[in-house]
């Protein structure tokens, strides 16, 4: 059973939020996953002087699955690199 770091999509058309899960690779992508580690929010709040997206991550439980074997995938690898 490999472990994948990715994201699950949800929310609505327009104001997605991609939700940083471990799961088994197998899974499909909204499948229930073993742990949630985080929140992405790709849309950019209109109303701060300076536009920016936010992440809320738990980075200690994301190092204990990198740490334990889990694969993240391309899109949460180039997100690992920002934080």
């Known amino acids: 059973m490999t472990i994948r770091l990715r994201f699950a999509v949800h929310g609505v058309r327009n104001n997605r939020i991609m939700h940083l899960v471990a799961i088994d690779q197998r ?9 949630l580690l985080g929140k ?3 849309r950019v709040e209109p ?4 536009p ?8 200690d439980r994301v190092r204990f699955w990198l740490d334990h074997g889990a ?3 391309e ?5 690992l690199t920002v934080v």
């Open 27 to 35: 899974k499909r992508r909204n499948a229930r996953p073993l742990e």
């Open 40 to 42: 992405y929010y790709p």
């Open 47 to 50: 109303n701060l002087q300076q």
């Open 52 to 59: 920016v997206k936010r992440m809320e991550w738990a980075l």
């Open 71 to 73: 694969v993240p995938s």
């Open 75 to 79: 899109a949460v690898t180039r997100m």
